[in-house]
C-alpha cells in the first residue's frame, strides 16, 4: 500500500497537483480502488447529525468546525 500511495503522491506532485485533504484522500483511493471494505451505515457518523435509532461506532469530525481551510494547508 505504502508503495502505491508514494508513486500516486509523486504522480500528482509532478503535475503541480494537491488535494485539499491530502492525507485522506490517497488512502481513501486505495480502499476504495484497490481494497473495497463495506461498513455498516453507522460506523462513521457524522458528528452533529442527529437520527432516531442510531448507535454510532465511530464519528466522523466535522473539519469545519475545528479549522478552517486556509489554516489546514500552512
Given at each position: 500500500m505504502?508503495?502505491?500511495?508514494?508513486?500516486?503522491?509523486?504522480?500528482?506532485?509532478?503535475?503541480?497537483?494537491?488535494?485539499?485533504w491530502?492525507?485522506?484522500s490517497?488512502l481513501?483511493w486505495?480502499?476504495?480502488?484497490?481494497?473495497p471494505?463495506?461498513?455498516?451505515?453507522?460506523y462513521?457518523?457524522?458528528?452533529?447529525?442527529?437520527?432516531?435509532?442510531?448507535?454510532?461506532?465511530?464519528?466522523?469530525r466535522?473539519?469545519?468546525?475545528?479549522?478552517?481551510?486556509?489554516?489546514?494547508?500552512?
Amino acid at each position: 500500500m505504502s508503495e502505491i500511495l508514494s508513486k500516486n503522491i509523486d504522480g500528482d506532485l509532478e503535475k503541480n497537483l494537491i488535494p485539499v485533504w491530502h492525507d485522506e484522500s490517497y488512502l481513501n483511493w486505495y480502499y476504495s480502488k484497490k481494497n473495497p471494505l463495506l461498513l455498516s451505515y453507522n460506523y462513521i457518523y457524522p458528528e452533529g447529525l442527529q437520527l432516531p435509532n442510531m448507535n454510532p461506532i465511530m464519528y466522523q469530525r466535522d473539519k469545519w468546525k475545528y479549522m478552517d481551510k486556509e489554516n489546514l494547508r500552512k
